[in-house]
T-cell receptor, first 111, second 113 residues
Framework: GENVEQHPSTLSVQEGDSAVIKCTYSDSASNYFPWYKQELGKRPQLIID?????GEKKDQRIAVTLNKTAKHFSLHITETQPEDSAVYFC??????????FGSGTQLTVLP | GAGVSQSPRYKVAKRGQDVALRCDPISGHVSLFWYQQALGQGPEFLTY????????KSGLPSDRFFAERPEGSVSTLKIQRTQQEDSAVYLCASSYQVNTEAFFGQGTRLTVV
């Protein structure tokens, strides 16, 4: 089955700096890669996703890149703000099967 | 409804007790997933339905876990003879199709004492 590795497990940045979270996956059949943000005690919420036919996608301060050859994808948050502090999960999925999640990154944005 | 709804939000069960967790997906969503999330960990897949058909139950940790979605809408996750290691947040998610955005419910926090 699919295996998703996520790094780092914790990340602290100064407000205004950039944050990068990286994930690798094992199943070359995976073609859908969402990123979820989960605040303490709340449900995971999708912030951005990318499909395998695209190498990069951007939405305001958030961008995701995908390297299918190397089987890794990354989340980039620019101009970080305190409200970006949360746990971020990457995931990988494919046709007719469920998402496999990474173990999460606790992002702390220091004011 | 406007989103995925789960009940109860919190459940305390005595070891050995049976519990039933309910998920109301977004209307029209074909795919429904159950995940288990331990503290500080990512969601771990339990089972997946497409309409009423349970297509994958490979993540269910033991035969004490059972899930159903008889009419292709509401789903119930049942845990028999609960054990302390079953304590976790159980998340339900639904999506229009399997490879599209999955919307999560707020989860049920199960504590087995």
């Amino acid at each position: 089955g699919e295996n998703v590795e996520q790094h780092p497990s914790t990340l602290s940045v100064q407000e205004g700096d950039s944050a990068v979270i990286k994930c690798t996956y094992s199943d070359s059949a995976s073609n859908y890669f969402p990123w979820y943000k989960q605040e303490l005690g709340k449900r995971p919420q999708l912030i951005i996703d990318i499909r395998s036919n695209v190498g990069e996608k951007k939405d305001q301060r958030i961008a995701v890149t995908l390297n299918k050859t190397a089987k890794h994808f990354s989340l980039h948050i620019t101009e970080t703000q305190p409200e970006d502090s949360a746990v971020y999960f990457c995931a990988a999925g494919g046709s007719a099967r469920q998402l496999t999640f990474g173990s999460g990154t606790q992002l702390t944005v220091l004011p | 409804g406007a989103g995925v709804s789960q009940s109860p939000r919190y459940k305390v069960a005595k070891r050995g007790q049976d519990v039933a967790l309910r998920c109301d997906p977004i209307s029209g969503h074909v795919s429904l997933f159950w995940y288990q999330q331990a503290l500080g960990q990512g969601p771990e897949f339990l089972t997946y339905f497409q309409n009423e058909a349970q297509l994958d139950k490979s993540g269910l940790p033991s035969d004490r876990f059972f899930a159903e979605r008889p009419e292709g809408s509401v789903s119930t996750l049942k845990i028999q003879r609960t054990q302390q290691e079953d304590s976790a947040v159980y998340l339900c998610a639904s999506s229009y199709q399997v490879n599209t955005e999955a919307f999560f419910g707020q989860g049920t926090r199960l504590t087995v004492v």
